[in-house]
């Protein structure tokens, strides 16, 4: 992992405030590194560690893409607190339809664009998901989804 250059690290805070509302602050006694395409975000001090064999550290943010970026949804459930842009808020029922997998239909509330949105349910982030002309299309990975009770039976 090597450190963000400045100009990438302005670029993508930059991104992070336009695109959610997510203050650059937040991001001020962190160390923002990039292995491939992600964004990785960690501590000063633990940044500043020389132990051999570190292959990581901290957490990832972000992947980079032609498009700009795509946030991941561990990020979302730490920042999405600050975000004041492109938040949907949903009911505890969609919340859990959410988390399951599923798509949700699209607010009629919404003058959003299309593109990511965080969502969030008694203001708590629970991911992001894709909002398109249709609804907005679940990104929440299948590691992390919860399943249905009776699924849960059938495996004991």
Request: with cysteine; hydrophobic share 35%; aromatic share 8%.
């Amino acid at each position: 992992m090597k450190p963000l250059a400045l100009h990438e690290k302005k670029a993508f805070l930059r991104w992070i405030k336009e695109y959610f509302g997510i203050p650059s602050s937040l991001f001020e006694d962190k160390a923002l590194f990039i292995r491939g395409r992600d964004i990785w975000m960690t501590t000063q001090e633990a940044a500043e560690t020389t132990l051999p064999q570190i292959v990581r550290c901290g957490m990832r943010l972000a992947r980079k893409n032609r498009n700009g970026y795509r946030i991941v949804t561990p990020a979302i459930q730490y920042l999405g607190y600050f975000a004041t842009q492109r938040v949907i808020e949903v009911s505890p029922q969609a919340a859990e339809r959410y988390i399951r997998g599923e798509d949700l239909p699209l607010p009629h509330s919404t003058t959003l664009p299309k593109g990511q949105v965080i969502i969030r349910t008694h203001g708590r982030p629970l991911g992001f998901g894709l909002l398109t002309e249709k609804g907005i299309k679940n990104q929440i990975s299948r590691a992390l989804r919860i399943r249905k009770a009776q699924e849960d039976s059938k495996e004991i």
